[in-house]
């Protein structure tokens, strides 16, 4: 049984409305969704995951982001062997650590 998937939009930002870092300011404050080419949640996905790669250490918000990427990509039926290659892991490996916040099931 799938857990309940996190409130995302509650990280983002505190309750003065400042986001937890730049790289969640980027993210939510871009109509990302509306203008990517191809699988938009893919794309959403590599945007994150390389965004992270940039600062010199993951932080929650960095980490969070991703997750929402991979729930949504799953959402839109991405395959967790094409998750874990956007992750650079193992498709195992991604579903393992991501796979009880997706509703999606198969591959």
């Known amino acids: 049984m799938a857990k309940a998937r996190p409130d995302f939009a509650a990280w983002a930002q505190d309750e003065n409305g400042e986001y937890a ?25 590599e945007l994150a995951v390389r965004a992270e790669r940039t600062i010199e250490k993951p932080t929650e918000a960095s980490r969070n982001q991703i997750a929402e990427a991979v729930c949504r990509a799953r ?12 992750l650079g892991t193992s498709a195992d490996e991604a579903e393992e650590s991501y796979g009880a916040l997706s509703v999606s099931s198969g591959t």
């Open 75 to 86: 959402d839109e039926g991405t395959s967790w062997e094409r998750i874990g290659e956007l």
């Open 21 to 45: 870092d730049e790289i969640c300011e980027y993210f939510h404050s871009f109509d990302w969704l509306g203008r990517l080419p191809g699988p938009r949640h893919e794309t959403y996905l």
